[in-house]
C-alpha cells in the first residue's frame, strides 16, 4: 500500500487519467440496468421443488400465475357487452395471431410516411378497417409525439408489439364472451360457446335487454362459472365479469403483462381492476425505478450537507462528495455492463454504496487536516505521503473486513442474495480505491495546505456525548453492561416472535391502489392468486374412472368446507366441472342430475361428445389442458388461495397451509394413489426457507471471518473477543425490534445482519487501533481509554452519523419494505455506534484488556489514577489547550506516523501530569486544613 500512496503522490495526474478511463467505460452500463423480481428466477435450478414447477408448466401451463381482471359498468346491457368483447378481442390476438389483418394494417400505416404528416385522428380513421390493430395503434400513440420523427418511432414501437404478440404468449383467456357452454336443447345436447359464432367467426353479441337476460341465466345454470367468470352483487344479480388470462409456457412475462395492463388502462369506458402476480411484479418495478431516481439524488445531497457541516470548506464537500459518486457509477456501471439485473435486494446498493464511501472518504479528508503540522515539518508532498499511508491501512483493514461480511452472503443459494452479496463487495472495493486514490491525488494538484479550524472542544452536540460515554465508561461501567445484558434479553424474547415473509404484495403500502384492488378482485373471485394440486392415480387413464373421480370432488369439497377456512381455499376448478355439467345437460338439464356419472363408458363418452379443438395433438381438448395430462394420469385441481376479507395470505401462513393439506393427503388418499403441490405459492415458500437458512449460514459466517480477521491483526484472542460485542449487540437488538413489531424477515430485511457486521467492525477496529496506541504509550489503562474517548470518538461518530443520514434517505420510498430497511438500517448503525463508544470500553475496563508493545514493562500498581481524577485531567486538560493544538490533535491516534505521534503524546502527558500534580498538591494542603479543623473542633467539646 504504501507503494502505490507513493505512486499517487508522485503522479497523480496518471492516477486521475486512469480513474477517468474506468469511468469512461463503466457509466454508459447505467443506460443498460434492467429490473427483475420474478421470484422463480432467483431460485437455484437444482431445487426439487422449481424442477417439480417446471416441469408443471410444460404440462398444464402456468396456473398459479395468472391475471385476474374485474370488468363492470353501469348495468348488463347490449352496449356492455360490446365494449366487454373488445377488451377481450384485443387479449385473444396475444393467443391467436391475426397475421393477415396485422400485416394489412402495418402495410397501411407504413404508407403514411410517404404522405403529408396526418393528425391522430386521420391516422386511426385510416386504419378503421382493421379495428385491432387500430386499437393497437391507439395504444401506442397514447404515449408518443405524432411528427415526422414520432411517425417512425410509432412505426417501430408498433413492430415490436406484434413480435411479441406472434410468439403467442398467452395460453388461456377465459372469459363470459368466449366461455363453453353446455346445455339441454330438445332430446339433443348443444356443447358450444356461450355466445353464439357467424359464418365468419365472429361472436354474436345481443342485442336486446332480453338476449342479456338469457344469457345471464344460461352463466347461472352453471354452478363453477360463479366466482369464477362473473360475480354477484348485494341484490344477488351478476354485477361484475371476471376475466382470466393465463401464460403460455415460457413466456417473456414482464412484457407480455405490461400489454394487458396496457390494454385495460386504455379502457376508459369501463371500469377495470386488473390484479394477479403479473401486476404486483409490474408495479413493483415501476416503483422500483422511481424509488432509484429518487434516492440517487436525495442521498448524494443529504451526504453533501454532512460533509460541508464536518469540514467547513470547499474543497472538504467535493472530494468525498466526487469519491463516493464515482463509485456509485462504477458498480451501477459495472451492472449494465455485464448484464446484472437491478433486484428486490438491489435497490438498496446504490444508498448503501454512497454511505460505506462517505465512511472511508471522511477518514481519509480527516487525516490530511489532522496532520497539518507533520506536512509543515516534513514538507507538503512528503507529510500528505506519510499521513495517507497510515489512514490506508486503516480504511483497508477496515474495507476488507466490510467486503468480507458482504461477500458470506454469496454462500446463499437464492441468486439474488447471492450477487448483492458479491456486488456489494465489490463496490467496497470501488469505494476504499476512489478514496484513496482520488483524494490523495486532488490534494497534490491542489497543493493546499490544510488550515487550522478553530473548534470549541465540549460546546458541539457529539462532544457531549462523547463526555456523557466518558462520564458512563468510568463511573458506570458495570451498569452499562448490565442494562446491554438486559436489552439483549428483551430482544431475544422479540427474535421469538419473528416471521419470515417474502410476498411482494405487502411490500406496498395499505393505501397504495395495488393493495386495495387486491382485496377487492380477491372477495369477488375467492381470490386473486393459487397453486396446482396434482393427484396421481397411478395408472395412465387412471382419470377416467369413476371412483377417482368421485374422490377427486370429495377432495374439493373438503379443501373449501366451512370449518376448514384456515386453509384459506377461496375455490377450486377441475376437469369434473365439465363432466357435471354434461351429466346435466344428458339428462334435460335436471338440477339433481348435477353429479359425476356412475361408469367410465359414459364418462369417456362424454369426453367424446364434447369434443374441442386439439391444436397441439396431444390426446387433449384445448381446453383441458390445464386440468389433466396427456396420459389422463394426473388431475390438476387449481386452488385459489383466499382469506375472506381478500387480504394477503402471506407466505409464512402459505407454507402452513399447503404442508397440512399434504400431510391430511398422505393419511387421506388410498394406496397407489398420490398428490403433490405446485406452482408459484410454492416457490414462494421456499424462497422463504432459503432466506432463513442463508441468514443463518452468511452471519455465523461473518462473525466467523471477522472474529479470525481481528485475531490475526491484534494477536490477542481477547481483543477478538471483545469486537464481537458491539456487532452481536446490535444484530440482536435489529431482530429483537423486528419480533416485537412484527416487522418480517424478508428479502430485503435478511441482509441487514449481513451489512451491521460489515459496516459496524469499521467502528470497533479504529476504536481497538487508537487504544492499542495509547495503551503501548504508557498510559494507564483507564486514561488510554478515555484518550481514545476523546480523539477517536468524534471521528467514529461523525462517519456514524453520515451512515445513519444515508440510509434514512430510504423511509421516503414507495415500498413499507423498504421504508423498514432504512428505519432498521438507520437503528443498528446507531447500535454499533454506541456498542463500539459505550459498551466496548466498558467491557475493556471490566476485563482488564490492555494491549502492551514487545518488551514493555507492565503498568506498576498505583500508577494509574482514580477513575474521577483521570476523567476531570483529561477533561480541563483538553478544555484548556489552545484551539491551534485542538485542531491538530489527531482523530484517530492509530493513524499516526509514530514520530509524530510519539511527540505530539509526550507534550500532552506532560501537560496533563503538570496539572494533575498541582491537584493533588491543593488536595494534600486541603486535607491537612481539614484535619486540623476537625482535631480543635474535638478539644473544644
Same mark, same amino acid.
Given at each position: 500500500? !504504501? ?69 363492470? =359498468? ?5 352496449? *356492455? *357487452? ?79 408489439? %406484434? ?28 356443447? /358450444?360457446? %356461450? ?5 365468419? /367467426? ?12 338469457? #344469457? ?45 395492463? $396496457? ?12 390484479? =394477479? ?10 416503483? @422500483? ?85 507533520? +506536512?509543515?515539518?516534513?514538507? *507538503? ?65 491542489? /497543493? ?17 456525548? &462523547? ?83 368421485? !374422490? ?33 345437460? @344428458? ?7 348435477? $353429479? ?36 389422463? !394420469?394426473? +388431475? ?18 402459505? =407454507?402452513?397451509?399447503?404442508?397440512? #393439506? ?9 394406496? /397407489? ?17 432459503? &432466506? ?131 428505519? %432498521? @438500517? ?48 483529561? *477533561? ?66
Amino acid at each position: 500500500m !504504501r507503494r502505490y500512496i507513493r505512486f499517487v503522490i508522485a503522479h497523480p495526474l496518471i492516477v486521475l487519467g486512469i480513474l477517468a478511463a474506468i469511468t469512461a467505460y463503466l457509466a454508459p452500463g447505467l443506460g443498460l440496468l434492467t429490473f427483475n423480481n420474478a421470484l422463480d428466477a432467483f431460485m437455484p435450478r437444482d431445487d426439487p421443488d422449481y424442477l417439480q414447477n417446471e416441469v408443471a408448466k410444460e404440462i398444464y401451463g402456468d396456473n398459479s400465475r395468472f391475471f385476474i381482471i374485474e370488468v363492470s =359498468g353501469e348495468s348488463m346491457s347490449p352496449d *356492455f *357487452f360490446r365494449r366487454v368483447e373488445t377488451l377481450v378481442q384485443d387479449l385473444e390476438v396475444y393467443r391467436d395471431y391475426p397475421a393477415d389483418e396485422m400485416d394489412a394494417g402495418m402495410a397501411r400505416l407504413k404508407a403514411f410516411s410517404t404522405e403529408p404528416l396526418p393528425s391522430k385522428a386521420q391516422l386511426l380513421d385510416g386504419l378503421s378497417p382493421w379495428p385491432r390493430f387500430q386499437r393497437l395503434v391507439g395504444r401506442a400513440l397514447s404515449t408518443a409525439a405524432l411528427d415526422a420523427e414520432g411517425l417512425t418511432a410509432l412505426e417501430e414501437a408498433v413492430k415490436e408489439k %406484434l413480435e411479441l404478440m406472434a410468439s403467442a404468449p398467452v395460453k388461456r383467456v377465459v372469459s363470459p364472451m368466449s366461455v363453453s357452454d353446455i346445455r339441454a336443447e330438445g332430446d339433443d345436447i348443444f356443447t /358450444g360457446k %356461450l355466445l353464439e359464432e357467424d359464418d365468419d /367467426g365472429r361472436r354474436v353479441i345481443p342485442t336486446t335487454d332480453g338476449e342479456v337476460a338469457t #344469457i345471464l341465466e344460461r352463466l347461472r345454470a352453471n354452478p363453477a362459472f360463479r366466482h369464477g367468470i362473473y360475480a354477484e352483487g348485494e341484490d344477488g344479480a351478476i354485477s361484475d365479469f371476471g376475466l382470466l388470462v393465463t401464460f403460455s409456457k415460457r413466456p417473456r412475462v414482464d412484457r407480455i403483462s405490461r400489454e394487458v395492463i $396496457a390494454i385495460c388502462e386504455s379502457r376508459d369506458d369501463l371500469n377495470i381492476l386488473p390484479q =394477479g402476480s403479473p401486476v404486483v411484479n409490474v408495479r413493483f418495478n415501476d416503483y @422500483m425505478q422511481k424509488d432509484l431516481r429518487h434516492f440517487l439524488p436525495l442521498v448524494i445531497f443529504v451526504m453533501g450537507v454532512t460533509f460541508f457541516l464536518n469540514f467547513r470548506s470547499p474543497l472538504g464537500l467535493l472530494l468525498p462528495l466526487s469519491s463516493l459518486i464515482l463509485s456509485t457509477v462504477w458498480i451501477m456501471g459495472f451492472m449494465g455492463r455485464f448484464g446484472y439485473s437491478i433486484t428486490p435486494l438491489g435497490i438498496s446498493l446504490p444508498p448503501l454504496m454512497v454511505s460505506v464511501g462517505s465512511s472511508y472518504a471522511i477518514h481519509i479528508y480527516n487525516q490530511f487536516l489532522s496532520d497539518s503540522r507533520l +506536512m509543515r515539518e516534513k514538507g *507538503f508532498a512528503t507529510g500528505l505521503a506519510l499521513a495517507m499511508e497510515q489512514i490506508s491501512h486503516t480504511v483497508i483493514f477496515a474495507g476488507a473486513t466490510t467486503m468480507i461480511a458482504f461477500a458470506t452472503l454469496a454462500t446463499s443459494r437464492l441468486s439474488a442474495v447471492r450477487e448483492w452479496g458479491l456486488l456489494s463487495a465489490l463496490g467496497v472495493i470501488f469505494s476504499m480505491v476512489l478514496a484513496s486514490s482520488l483524494i490523495p491525488a486532488v490534494l497534490v494538484l491542489v /497543493g493546499h495546505m490544510p488550515k487550522d479550524v478553530p473548534h470549541k472542544q465540549g460546546r458541539h452536540p457529539v462532544d457531549r456525548c &462523547i463526555h456523557l460515554f466518558s462520564w458512563l465508561v468510568t463511573r458506570h461501567a458495570w451498569g452499562v453492561v448490565v442494562a446491554t445484558g438486559l436489552l439483549i434479553g428483551f430482544c431475544v424474547v422479540g427474535m421469538c416472535r419473528l416471521q419470515v415473509e417474502s410476498d411482494f404484495l405487502l411490500y406496498f403500502k395499505k393505501t397504495d391502489d395495488i393493495r386495495i384492488s387486491a382485496r377487492v378482485v380477491g372477495e369477488k373471485f375467492k381470490g386473486r392468486s393459487g397453486f396446482n394440486l396434482l393427484i396421481d392415480s397411478g395408472t395412465p387413464g387412471g382419470v377416467l374412472e369413476p371412483s377417482f373421480l368421485r !374422490r377427486m370432488e370429495s377432495i374439493r369439497r373438503e379443501l373449501t368446507r366451512e370449518d376448514r377456512k384456515g386453509w384459506c381455499i377461496g375455490r377450486t376448478d377441475a376437469i369434473t366441472d365439465f363432466l357435471m355439467v354434461m351429466h346435466r345437460a @344428458m339428462n334435460e338439464d335436471d338440477p339433481s342430475f348435477y $353429479a359425476l356419472p356412475e361408469t367410465r363408458e359414459e364418462v369417456v363418452d362424454y369426453f367424446e361428445i364434447y369434443g374441442g379443438e386439439d391444436d397441439n395433438d396431444d390426446g387433449r381438448p384445448d381446453e383441458f389442458e390445464s386440468y389433466v395430462d396427456p396420459q389422463w !394420469r394426473v +388431475m390438476n385441481l387449481i386452488c385459489r388461495l383466499h382469506t375472506g376479507d381478500g387480504a394477503s395470505v402471506g407466505t409464512t401462513r402459505t =407454507g402452513r397451509i399447503m404442508n397440512e #393439506i399434504e400431510v391430511w393427503l398422505a393419511r387421506t388418499l388410498p394406496e /397407489g394413489v398420490t398428490a403433490q403441490i405446485t406452482g408459484f405459492p410454492k416457490i414462494d415458500v421456499k424462497v422463504t426457507d432459503y &432466506i432463513v437458512r442463508g441468514q443463518l449460514s452468511s452471519l455465523a459466517l461473518s462473525l466467523a471471518v471477522i472474529f479470525g480477521i481481528v485475531l490475526v491483526r491484534f494477536r490477542s484472542f481477547h481483543a477478538a473477543l471483545l469486537s464481537m460485542v458491539p456487532m452481536v449487540t446490535a444484530v440482536v437488538i435489529n431482530f429483537g425490534v423486528m419480533g416485537w413489531f412484527g416487522i418480517h424477515l424478508d428479502m430485503l430485511t435478511s441482509i441487514i445482519a449481513s451489512i451491521t457486521i460489515g459496516i459496524g467492525v469499521d467502528d470497533t477496529i479504529h476504536f481497538l487501533l487508537a487504544y492499542r496506541h495509547h495503551a503501548r504509550s504508557h498510559l494507564p489503562q483507564e486514561e488510554a481509554v478515555l484518550r481514545t474517548l476523546a480523539v477517536s470518538g468524534r471521528a467514529i461518530s461523525y462517519t456514524s452519523l453520515a451512515l445513519i443520514v444515508g440510509f434514512l434517505v430510504l423511509t421516503t420510498s414507495n415500498f413499507v419494505a423498504v421504508d423498514l430497511f432504512g428505519m %432498521l @438500517m438507520a437503528l443498528t448503525m446507531t447500535a454499533t455506534t454506541i456498542g463500539a463508544l459505550l459498551v466496548l470500553p466498558s467491557m475493556i475496563l471490566l476485563t482488564g484488556f490492555y494491549p502492551q508493545a514487545a518488551g514493555q514493562a507492565p503498568l506498576q500498581e498505583g500508577m494509574a489514577p482514580s477513575r474521577v481524577a483521570a476523567l476531570v485531567a483529561l *477533561f480541563r486538560s483538553l478544555e484548556n489547550r489552545p484551539q491551534n493544538k485542538m485542531r491538530e490533535e489527531p482523530r484517530h491516534l492509530a493513524d499516526q506516523t509514530e514520530e509524530a505521534y510519539q511527540k505530539d503524546q509526550a507534550e500532552w502527558l506532560a501537560e496533563v501530569k503538570k496539572k494533575q500534580g498541582k491537584k493533588r498538591q491543593g488536595k494534600k494542603t486541603q486535607g491537612k486544613k481539614t484535619q486540623g479543623e476537625k482535631t480543635q473542633g474535638k478539644k473544644g467539646t
